[in-house]
């Protein structure tokens, strides 16, 4: 049974940073692609960074330049550093692990509220 575990989110104002972190319960985490995705209220769930097997990356415009994706495979965490964060970057972020391209496996969420 694959599990993902977010942790780091939390209140702050804008310009502040968070850094969050997913834990994978799984044998094969090294070869997963791994990606962040956010879910504003109202709104539908939106990729934010992805981070392949070979640590390539990719983000969404509104937070290139801002925002970091890392994987750390000896611990099966991946990282998302946050910084110069905006009201709009408020929403419930969530981590998912796909090894086939079939939608993969989503975390709980944890929740970023950045304030004005």
């Known amino acids: 049974q694959v599990q993902l575990v977010e942790s780091g989110g939390g209140s702050v104002q804008a310009g502040g940073s968070l850094r969050l972190s997913c834990v994978v319960s799984?044998?094969?985490?090294?070869?997963?692609?791994m990606s962040w995705y956010r879910q504003a209220s109202g709104k539908q769930r939106d990729l934010v960074a992805a981070?392949?097997?070979?640590?390539?990356?990719n983000y969404a415009d509104s937070v290139k330049g801002r925002f970091t994706i890392s994987r750390d495979n000896a611990k099966n965490t991946v990282y998302l550093q946050m910084n110069s964060l905006k009201p709009e970057d408020t929403a419930v972020y969530y981590c998912?692990?796909?090894?086939?391209?079939?939608?993969?496996?989503w975390g709980q969420g944890t929740q970023v509220t950045v304030s004005s």
């Open positions: 998912n692990a796909d090894w086939d391209g079939m939608g993969g496996y």
């Open positions: 799984a044998s094969r985490f090294s070869i997963a692609a």
């Open positions: 981070i392949t097997s070979g640590a390539s990356t």
